[in-house]
């Protein structure tokens, strides 16, 4: 007889349970479990409160615990909605949401809380397995465990190296999230310059690892791995949602990897190809730039499409794009075709900071004017600057980016304090030989432009943070270099203080710079290289053999070490090129005239 009420108890509380939920399939007893707890289940469509797939179970214990189990997504939120009813009075309820091995959260219910019968807890996009413990006075407990499915209908996907890719990705974000109402994802291979506590609304870090894993600087390869299991995982659950990916354009080949590779349609995804900066025009100018006289740079273009198609097919088939692969393009290759992958796909975007003549170049006229002309027009080539998301913002949305981008008001207080100008100085990588002759082009500039005048800083890579690197901090301190913090861009850094001057190593944060007098001087390049010829004031180079060189008479000293100072915008000495003895400490001044050199006695009028 017990048995029986026990049975119609759960009919009974299955009905009323199922009603409650917008429910209507009838309850089936399941034979299948063993006689100390039997489980029904029944699954429908979208309740009445938005739930997606709310799963009901029917568990009895010992037959005496009957307890009505439904769970499901929140709407389209990142949660999962728990109910319960029960025969018995319950003590207790536990909730544990995992992802895999991972628990995402946990939840203990007690007391009047029980008393709503439901509980909601956080979750994040993905497969979860949801366990429901729910303890009755007597002491048994029904326990059950479901997978359920989180998902919405867009998503943005960004794992992003460099540091300008990062700067873009940060200042279009308003735009990219369509005003943060698309759940974005992020890993940064440079995650230094963020404060990961303090992320846009719906804004978060890649969700299925630990967030240690995504602070740790320069996890490139664990980025790759995690992104594209969890672009594959969310398209498995719900083959109609959009992904729109952010990748820098050095690494193109990711945007084939992640989203035909993992056989997501073409009307289903997007991908925007964030400049690198000068890597940028060095690849475009790699396939369409030639000095072959016989070079056709529409022919070019259409080999490049062909095999881009080709590509496609080979990608979707493979279900893979990566170094171990002999297709129709390599991963290295591929970074040339960034132009060519916007031209011919819609749903390919490339940004870019300044196409300009010059910069993307080819000697094919009709080609690099169609470019930089219609190409440029229409969009195939986003041209997008710094300047203008910077300037809109109202004082109250720069002190958020500030504040959000670890950003340091403090940053030039020295000079401020002494009533001095800025002089940032840019490195470059602090490992190997990346700043060759550093200490000797320090010496110069602060010899050059005073110390009277100025305070000298240091801004290094952003991949090699100063803080990181011990011997560099004591070389900033014995030339007296102030540490910037590498991880910020320099970019960022020159708009919210427009006045400071700049020199260093070739840079694409140069381009950046809006007035050429704040571009003192680049190290460790000639004059003849034109690199950002209309910014630059001084080039200035070793002589790395003064007695053979073109400047052997303004070298006496056979065992002195000399610089080259090439005079391009700067004035201040009314002459064309000096001469830096690095030994002496001194310097020298001359004019070209009638192809010799002569020395300049006066200083031209400031």
Known sequence: MKKIIALLLVLMMAMAFFISCNKTDDVDPDEGKTDDTKQDETTGDEDKDGDKEKEEVIVEVDNYLVVAFAMGQVGNDQKVSVSWNSDKELTKVEITVKHGEQTVATKEVTGDALKTKEAVVDAYYGKHTVTVKATGAEGHVGEISKDVAVFTDEYVIAPISGSM??????????????????????????????????????????????????????????????????????????????????????????????????????????????????????????????????????????????????????????????????????????????????????????????????????????????????????????????????????????????????????????????????????????????????????????????????????????????????????????????????????????FFYPDIYMCGYNSSTFLSVESYEMACAMFNTAESSGAYADLIGAYITKIADPASSAYAALCTEAEHTYFLMEFNKDETKGAEIGIYDATAGTFKYYNNVEGSYVEVTTQAAE
């Open 165 to 494: 890719p990062q700067l873009y990705f940060t200042l279009y974000m308003n735009e990219i999230t369509d005003n943060y109402s698309i759940p974005t994802f992020v890993w940064l291979a440079r995650p230094d310059s963020w404060d990961w506590d303090n992320l846009p609304e719906n804004v978060f870090a890649m969700p299925t690892v630990d967030k240690s894993e995504v602070l740790k600087h320069n996890n490139y390869d664990r980025m790759l791995e995690v992104t594209d299991a969890y672009i594959e995982e969310l398209y498995s659950i719900n083959p109609d949602s959009k992904f729109n990916l952010y990748i820098n354009d050095y690494n193109a080949y990711l945007y084939m990897k992640f989203l035909p590779a993992n056989g997501i349609a073409e009307e289903n995804y997007t991908a925007t190809l964030l400049s690198d900066g000068g890597a940028s025009y060095s690849e475009f100018n790699k396939a369409f730039d030639s000095t072959d006289a016989t070079f056709d740079a529409d022919a070019k273009y259409a080999d490049m499409a062909s095999k881009l198609e080709t590509l496609y097919t080979q990608v979707r088939a493979n279900k893979d794009f990566g170094w171990k692969h002999t297709f129709s393009v390599n991963p290295n290759d591929f970074r040339q075709y960034s132009y060519v992958a916007a031209k011919e796909m819609d749903n390919v975007e490339w940004w870019i900071l300044r196409p300009r003549a010059g910069v993307l170049c080819s000697p094919d006229q009709d080609f690099i004017d169609t470019v930089l002309g219609a190409d440029v027009c229409e969009g195939v080539i986003e041209e997008r600057n710094f300047a203008k998301p910077l300037t809109s913002m109202t004082d109250a949305e720069k002190e958020t980016l500030k504040s959000f981008y670890n950003f340091n008001d403090e940053m030039f207080a020295e000079a401020e304090k002494n009533g001095k100008k800025a002089m940032m100085i840019l490195g470059s990588w602090a490992t190997g030989n990346s700043e060759p002759d550093f200490e000797n082009y320090v010496k110069l500039v602060k010899a050059y432009y005073g110390e009277e005048e100025f305070v000298y800083y240091y801004k290094g890579h952003p991949n090699t943070p100063t803080s990181l690197y011990p011997d560099k901090q004591a070389q900033l301190e014995e030339l007296g270099l102030i540490d910037v913090e590498s991880s910020i861009n320099a970019e960022l850094i020159l």
